[in-house]
């Protein structure tokens, strides 16, 4: 069992920066490695994965927030971050913070989200990014 807990949304003008944290909680540890990420979908509009790390620290980002985005993560507090600079009107959306606990490479998260078998893939409950122009 897998908790994902976001925190750090907000309200920030274009051109600013926020920074989200997901602590991740487990009563069991992954069985090997395991990959963790950020999605994002606003209404209308499909979801989307924007970066992603293995426990290796291996990283992918969307294209649209390479540059602007960094995934990172600390393991002996538990949690991930996703720093976010130059923010855009068009990064506005809810973000959710998603495991695989297996291994998967982090293209193959952003590009499949976790996955839907139990003990497997976990997603947290979302943390809201609006920006205004």
């Known amino acids: 069992e897998v908790q994902l807990v976001e925190s750090g949304g907000g309200s920030v003008q274009a051109g600013g920066s926020l920074r989200l944290s997901c602590k991740y909680l487990?009563?069991?540890?992954?069985?090997?490695?395991?990959?963790m990420g950020w999605f994002r979908q606003a209404p209308g509009k499909e979801r989307e994965g924007v970066a992603a790390i293995d426990s290796d620290g291996e990283v992918d980002y969307a294209d649209s927030v390479s540059g602007r985005f960094s995934v990172s993560n600390d393991n002996a507090k538990r949690t991930l971050f996703l720093q976010m600079d130059n923010l855009k009107p068009e990064d506005s959306a809810m973000y959710y913070c998603?495991?695989?606990?297996?291994?998967?490479?982090?293209?193959?998260?952003?590009?499949?989200?976790?996955?839907?078998?139990?003990?497997?893939?976990?997603w947290g409950q979302g943390t809201q990014v609006t920006v205004s122009s």
């Open positions: 998603a495991a695989e606990w297996v291994y998967c490479s982090p293209g193959y998260l952003l590009k499949q989200g976790p996955s839907k078998y139990n003990g497997r893939g976990y």
């Open positions: 487990y009563s069991q540890a992954p069985h090997t490695r395991f990959c």
